[in-house]
């Protein structure tokens, strides 16, 4: 099949861009290998830092194809999830989802699975799954109810209403806000700002910040904070930032 995905590299920036708008970006049969081939090499490269999801036309992603149930084409997901982000636990570098349009059923799982979600003031976000005889068991239904409180969860994903995206800022589940056709742009402009920080401190964080959602016990939170921190205050880059400070100049991270 085609490619599903575009892929542009911008500095440390990489901008994947799902490319089907006219099925609105629906997964086709091969998609997620594709995705998630995309990813591991995102995560394998270290002169990549921060990646942006988001998809062509007037759809971030409308979930799966249903064709591809109906004509025998699909295929299981891979190990690393739906678009090869949703159970992929290699990754440990930031990922922005820009939410240009709608985003249904497994779209609305990637879309919860990223770290940051920017969205346009028109897009949307649904598990529509029950009303076609299937669940949302890609780990949306998790994710919304860690992210939303759980009556407001229950209610979308028991009925598959949608979710304006202003109503989701309203509740925190999308970061920040953008125009009608401004979400990329948006996308960027946070991108520069994570860009700013050290690699190692970014992942650090990020790791730190997961294992809180994922509900793991404190304990084993600390073990991973001692870990981190050891290693961080023997980076270069954290004396780098020390003396950066110090001199008052922007420092020069080198990602060790």
């Known amino acids: 099949m085609a490619d599903f995905c575009t892929v542009e590299r911008d500095g440390g920036l990489l901008v ?19 995705m998630a081939a995309i990813f591991n090499a995102f995560e394998d490269d270290d002169a990549l830092r921060v990646a942006i999801l988001t998809g062509a036309g007037r759809a971030f ?3 799966s194809d249903i064709s591809c149930y109906v004509d025998g084409t699909s295929r299981p997901l891979p190990p690393e999830g739906g678009a090869g982000i949703t ?3 290699r990754l440990s570098k930031p990922i922005i989802a ?10 609305c799982e990637v ?3 990223c770290d940051l979600i920017v969205a346009a003031e028109d897009a949307a976000f649904a598990l529509p799954e029950p009303r076609v005889g299937a669940a949302a068991l890609g780990g949306g239904l998790v994710q919304l109810c860690r992210k939303l ?16 995206a202003v109503e989701a800022h309203r509740f925190g589940l999308v970061s920040e806000l953008s125009p009608a056709g401004k979400v990329l742009e948006t996308a960027r402009a946070l991108a520069t700002r994570i860009l700013a920080g050290a690699p190692l401190a970014i992942r650090a964080t990020r790791a730190i910040a997961r294992a809180a959602l994922e509900g793991k016990p404190s304990d084993e939170i600390d073990r991973i904070e001692a870990t981190l921190r050891a290693d961080l205050m023997a980076s270069a880059d ?18 060790r």
Request: with cysteine.
């Open 61 to 63: 992603c409308a979930g």
């Open 87 to 89: 159970h992929n636990r």
């Open 16 to 34: 994947v861009t799902m490319n089907r708008p006219e099925k609105l970006n629906a997964f086709q049969a091969d998609a997620h290998e594709q």
């Open 149 to 164: 409180p759980f009556s407001v969860a229950m209610s979308l994903i028991l009925t598959g209403d949608r979710l304006s």
């Open 98 to 107: 820009a939410v240009n349009g709608l985003a249904m059923g497994g779209g």
């Open 111 to 113: 879309a919860l699975a």
């Open 238 to 255: 954290f004396t780098e930032g020390m003396t950066a400070f110090m001199e008052k100049r922007a420092p020069s991270w080198q990602g």
